[in-house]
């Protein structure tokens, strides 16, 4: 009876992006060439400062750093929100180990046990294990292709809000979507959270993946809700430093940041040698260098999109933000579609592997069995030749 | 209403080492040389390769690990283990974000809300911010400096265990005792565990650091319990790479890794450039540089230890591993004492800085008021020196 694990280590789902890695892993060793859309990890080179910085670096050993993140790291951050148009003063952002455990200290703070934070959906996988371990219930609300996944209205939030609703949360730019949120949408849940009393948690890893010359609209440039609104940020996408771990949470709400600072005291420090990392990232890395970045995610965005325009019976939006595409494939189920892809199937000697969007969903049988997410996290030629087999697999699969 | 934070993050305690740090600060300001003995962050250097790993680092951008480690890290876990004389496979062991995600990781698989754990104490304080975030609860059994801070009796864990005990936590070498725990005390966990069917689980983090020619006693080497044991290890102490965030958990308990795997996947990965210091230090640093690394201990601790003996009214038994030492000193109050140190006292231009150990007890007033941790990371000349401050303070407080 006591050997018996805890509940809540029983429902933390694994990784659905990570579900069709041992069909890829045979398909590599059959010989086949396996492009990569499945996962969202960029793989544009760093800003050259990193590497020499890290290569710089003279310590003795390698000590915690203060809980709250190096101080002139902080400092660093706070500068470059003021940069955008934020003040945010030192004492509003904590360091984190990732952008991840931003969010699961967002929660952790807000949450009691059966708390409700609303979500659109399709959503980030991994909120999922974030807030069982919190015991916070993810209350998702539909947004749908046919609309670019544009925020639902304020009364179906106002129809699925209830006493124990804490908080709304997106993701913006949006992964999976690519949607990117506009002033009004995110006005909208101003007015909401003031109405309604309750939180904004915004997953802000993407807002300098905007495109076609549209802006991100922060939660931290809202007035009048400095006390409702929690923003996670991280280095992962920006700087190509997924491995680094390194993120941070800002808030203006001061009981919200007491208890992150204690949270992050807990857990002693993040890693010291990826917060120099960062920091010089923040600090010396070239406006070039993301111009240049944000100008190679357009084209190949507009690669893929483009392609899977021209497959009969694909359908998808024109994606604003983040890399990522959500598309309608003109099959049954894309679960075994992507299966059948890695294990059955290749064209001149290559295959693609797709994350099914389903995992992205709160109950997955919500979801229209017939979607993907595409990463446009590979080079355009790559992307070219991964959009020519999926076409020709569509095909064969069809048949 | 629905501004109100959770209850648990009203819980969190602030770290209790760093609450005197104002005081600290300021004695700086003024001059005066604090001598940090409240702090277990060694001084020594990292092994050299360490460096020559990190600078040698070619990669394009920082990629995500595999979220339970990089393979090869973990293979190299596998075989220093199985040096030790524990067989351990890779599917055994999980790479975490330092120790403490580690002790995160098996709080929450073993433990629902109100769930019990029994901790000898005092005990490292972080503990307390672990349970509260799983939602468990720290059932303190209090061991006596007069003893060395032995384990208590068998009767004395049966008069506490409940049918919601989940487990019995040590700390082996204990930090702050310094205690290090004999096989005949770690058996008799065993038969508590098997008895009132629990787990055990053990922080050996500084497994090391054991001195005089005994033996750690791991709790992977116990025989007919491999489903009962988790151990949290991590590179912070072994190598002075504290702020590298590599830990490990390792159980034979299948059920167990299943969900820390899951728990891992949720956050991604640990960091990867500290993962290839800590595989680099791991599979070629010298047996030379641990042996030093322990002689330079063994000698502080002497010095240290000889020098407390020598002060009249101090009081502290000769501790068997980590770098930690708990003295009963001559003064009420260990905690007003600490501060007078930082705030009106210096001796020859410096003071020293002491933890108090009533946080380091899980009700601060179960702890005899007049104690304090003591950590021997600084080099001997330092150690002598403070120790002569110490003997001229406590008796300037005492006049």
Known sequence: ????????????????????????????????????????????????CVFDAVRKVHVNNLPYTNSSGITSYVEALSM????????????????TTGGSEAIYFALMVLCNENDEVIIPEPYYANYNGFAIQVGAKIVPITTHIETGFALPKVEEFERIITPKTKAIMICNP???????????????????????????????????????????FSLLELDGVDDRVIVCDSVSKRYSMCGARVGAIISKNKNVMDAVVRLAQTRLSAPYLDQVAAETALRHSSDEYFINVRKEYIQRRNTMVELLHKIEGVECPMPKGAFYV???????????????????YSYEGGTVMLAPAAGFYA?????????????????????????????????????
């Not at 470059?80 to 360091?95: F, L, P, Q, R, W």
């Open 1 to 48: 009876m006591s050997m018996k694990l805890s509940t809540k280590s029983a429902l933390i789902p694994p990784s659905p992006i990570r579900k069709l890695v041992p069909y890829a892993e045979k398909a590599v060793k059959n010989g086949v060439k396996v492009y990569k859309l499945n996962i969202g990890q960029p793989d544009i080179a760093m800003p050259q």
């Open 80 to 95: 470059a929100y003021s940069k955008k148009g934020h003040e945010i003063n030192t004492d509003e952002i904590v360091v």
């Open 174 to 216: 949006n992964n999976p979507t690519g949607k990117l949120y506009s002033k009004e949408e995110i006005l909208q849940l101003r007015d909401i959270a003031i109405k309604h009393n309750i939180f904004l948690i915004a997953d802000e890893v993407y807002s300098d993946f905007c495109y076609d010359d549209e802006e991100h």
């Open 326 to 344: 959500v598309a309608k494939l003109p099959v049954e189920n894309a679960e075994a579609f992507a299966q059948w892809l890695l294990e059955s």
């Open 363 to 399: 109950d997955p049988h919500n979801c229209p069995q017939n979607y993907v997410r595409l990463a446009y996290v590979l080079c355009q030629e790559d992307i070219r030749k991964a959009m020519n087999i999926l076409e020709h697999a569509l095909k064969e699969y069809n048949k």
